[in-house]
């Protein structure tokens, strides 16, 4: 599969991988936890849902572990080759 120019890219496997090993073990539900990729703007943009009543858990006291956690995602999707957004549905 190659890239077109000015193309998003498709997916960030090694990025999606760490988030979904990350949020699963902050949560109460870990079964409940999934994460959506699609193209954005250039970049691969992650959608985060998890179980009723983890979301708070999930994005923690003024929003310190949402961003530790889409520190370390973008960190992992240097291994992909992309830049990804994380987003934090409810």
Known sequence: ????PGSAPASAPVATAVLIHVVRSIVDNPDAVSVEPSPAHGKVKLEVRVGPGDLGRVIGRRGRTAQSIRTGVRAAATRDGVDVD????D
Do not use: C, G, I
Request: charged fraction near 25%; glycine fraction near 0%; avoid cysteine.
């Open 86 to 89: 994380v987003d934090f549905a």
């Open 1 to 4: 599969m190659s890239e077109q």
